[in-house]
């Protein structure tokens, strides 16, 4: 409000815009708050004590006060998009024009803050709101559409086609024919657009509670191709994804998601590698990925052979639970008996990860050299402490002491 303030008081238009916008008028708390003014960058420069350049070539400046950094953007037309993301020149203009170059309707209104509050849609809303682009019929009537023509949209910057499917199913809105028209058109063209920002955006629609409605659309769209780098199997069922409720790690989302579209991609390692390359997964997200395909695999396949100690290791692993929500969405039975089996064994005397009763220093202190089979020694007593044939440190190391002199 106070930068508002100040540029209006020297003579300026500015409005709040954007996503705060949309998400103030959905009644739905903003994460930031962006202004947009007929001020030029070098203007807003003089304007305020503390600026920051991070796109004065795009009349973006960043103002800074009271610890808060606020995105002040220039009104401006964008003009040719060689590299199909930023605009090869731009012109500053009217608030009007900025808000035909904007992506959704839903996301090209203003908020005039100085103004009355006002009851829009029943929500209170500090200002005026400023619409140019019918966003406000869109957003009463849950409408996720481009502004203007939907292929020149998608034409300026090809991941509009995935912020559209976002912002559909984080909303519960409906797609526009005609921008759903477009998209499913051009969706091989989202794979001119960098695996980063492909990756970025499929984040966030994994860790979001209506995943599930997000990639039933990417995949109906035919965006899977291009997102995941293989072919597209067209629209089908997601039991295992649909499963997942409430917070949700990307790695989780991605293997159930995986194992909808083929039960051979818990073949981990391959399914990790291309993974991988095609969202550009970071080490510890492919490491989970790996753990998690490989945990699903282990419980269903391995868990009713083991014995004590294999399922005690299992349920104390940091994947077990993540891989038995996702096991629910596959067998739900077998879930069921993992779940109870991992109950009981955490009832048991020291749970299913008790503290070792001697480690390797210990081993050494009783005169056991390290070598060969060392590992293996400390491992087999661990499994008897686990299964309950040893229960103080003594008899840990007495069995230790049996082993290595049995080699």
């Known amino acids: 409000m106070s930068i508002v303030r100040a540029l209006r008081d020297a003579g300026h238009v500015a409005y709040l815009a954007g996503g705060c916008v949309r998400d103030e008028l959905l009644g739905h708390p903003p994460k930031d708050y962006d202004v947009a003014t007929d001020a030029p960058p070098e203007r807003i420069a003089s304007l305020f004590a503390r600026t920051r350049e991070v796109g004065k070539s795009f009349g973006v400046m960043q103002v800074l006060q009271k610890g808060v950094t606020v995105e002040v953007a220039t009104f401006r037309k964008e003009h040719g998009y060689s590299d199909r993301r930023r605009p090869d020149a731009i012109t500053f203009t009217s608030a009007e024009e900025d808000a035909h170059r904007r992506d959704f309707t839903i996301n090209a209104l203003f908020i005039d803050p100085l103004e009355a509050e006002n009851n829009v849609r029943g929500v209170r809303v500090q200002g005026r709101v400023i619409d140019y682009v019918g966003g406000l019929d869109d957003m009463k009537q849950g409408i996720i559409r481009a502004v203007g023509d939907p292929e020149a949209r998608l034409a300026e910057d090809n991941l509009r086609a995935l912020r559209a499917v976002r912002f559909s199913a984080r909303l519960g809105f409906a797609l526009d024919d005609a921008t759903a028209r477009a998209i499913r058109k051009h969706a091989i063209d989202l794979a001119g657009v960098s695996r980063e920002r492909i990756g970025d955006e499929t984040r966030r629609m994994l ?122 969405g596959m067998d739900p039975a077998a879930a069921g008996g993992v779940r109870s089996r991992a109950e009981h064994l955490a009832q048991t005397p020291g749970g299913v990860a008790p503290p070792p009763l001697v480690t390797g220093d210990d081993l050494i202190a009783a005169g056991i050299a390290p070598g060969k089979g060392f590992g293996e020694w400390l491992d087999a007593v661990y499994d008897a402490q686990l299964e309950g044939r040893i229960e103080t440190r003594e008899q840990a190391l007495s069995l230790a002491v049996r082993l290595a002199s049995a080699k």
Do not use: H, Y
């Open 207 to 328: 860790t979001d509670d209506r995943r599930a409605d997000a990639v039933g659309m990417i995949e109906t769209l035919g965006l899977d191709a291009p997102v995941l780098a293989e072919p597209s199997r067209g629209p089908a069922r997601l039991p295992v994804l649909a499963s997942l409720k409430g917070s949700t790690s990307v790695a989780t989302a991605l293997a159930a998601w995986m194992i909808d579209r083929t039960p051979a991609n818990l073949a981990a390692t391959e399914t990790v590698s291309r993974l991988r390359r095609a969202l550009c997964l970071s080490n510890d997200e492919s490491d989970s990925l790996r753990d998690r395909l490989a945990g699903v695999r282990r419980l269903r396949d391995e868990w009713p052979r083991l014995g004590v100690a294999g399922q005690k290791r299992i349920a104390a692993s940091g994947w077990f639970a993540d891989a038995l929500r996702i096991l629910a």
